[in-house]
């Protein structure tokens, strides 16, 4: 492009708000018949409206160690950038834009969040960025990520960009029953992670919250593979399906032992641990099932293992379990793991187990980072430390409670 042409398109291009707003809407409006392969055009095409170019969306992997480039018309393709070591993955795991200068503008990397959920990142380059393009790109970057989650249940191709190896079957199943791996809010937030995320079978969590009630769920089904997988699918329904009935914990529990024990049997069980955190008030309850206790983490230290009264696995008939309570303070953190992850060893060594777990808690310091970014760095880390051993599905499960009130954001500002 000439000189005076890249003068002129400088000048003409409105980036105002109130052409942001119109821009958004054309974009909002075409978006709810828009079929999923049609999104990255539109993408392409509503960015190059405020100077962008070379864009492209990057998807998170299922082992979150990169961002993979979605493919797509007007999209540029171009290599994974490693999450650890990109300007993508800075923006990815700050859940912050980051600007990084080059030779022709600047480059643009935008998280894309569909409510705190991180779906990946936004990447566009504009020959000069000023408040105007930031605003603008930052609610287009939200636009793109509850697009891609909407079309996400329409299309196959979502899930083929954040795959980088074959996955198994069980591993299918178990992935199609996943909540979102983070929920961040200003009262509470949770994150969690699946290892071997290809191969995981009877691993699973789950999480809703409920007015002031966070509930939340940790299960490993026995055995391995597609039974696993099969016995982790009738568990999590069941516990899905007693906390809608909105029962107590212990009746919750129950009700899971029935369906597991007529379903499958004696021979069959599953590991759990039922919790409800009030997050007005920081009271957390929880039913501990043949689980390994989760540790509370206070001040980026473990402080203690919250032990307490259990009752046998789900699906042995155990006696109605005893309610464990704990007041938090602010800032507390709940992590809760499976055996897979402290039992697990190399040949000939000893397990990993859970003093090594602590210490390495302690060691990791956790200052400053967010459940996401504390979840994960900690799984890649003691896969590391096993030597990258994995025969047993391994789970971390984290919430953080920060009480407070949300009810400023249900007021509309002017």
Known sequence: MAEGEQSFRNVAVDRSEGFGERLLGILLDRAHEMPPQLIAPLVAEEVSRIGGRDVSILLQDYDQLILAPLPGRGLVIGEPERIDESQAGRAFLGAIPVEHPQADGIRMFLPLLDGSDEVGVLAVTLSSVDDDDRRLLRRLAGLVADMLVTKNSYTDQFFQARRREPMSLAAEIQWSLLPPLTMITPQVAVAGILEPAYDVAGDSFDYALNDNILHTAVIDAMGHGLDAAVLATVAVGAYRHARRADV???????????????????????????????????????????????LLVREHRVIQTLEGPGTLPVGFGGAIPQINEQALALGDRILSFTDGLVEEHRTGEEQFGEERLLDFVDRAGCAGEGVQEMVRGLSHALMRERGGVTTDDATLFLVEWCGGTADRLATAEV
């Open 248 to 294: 107590g914990l212990a009746e919750l529990y129950m009700f899971m032992d029935r369906a597991i024990d007529e379903q499958f049997g004696p021979d069959h069980f599953v590991t759990a641990q039922m919790m409800r955190l009030d997050i007005g008030t920081g009271r957390l309850q929880w039913v501990n099932a043949g689980h390994p206790a989760p």
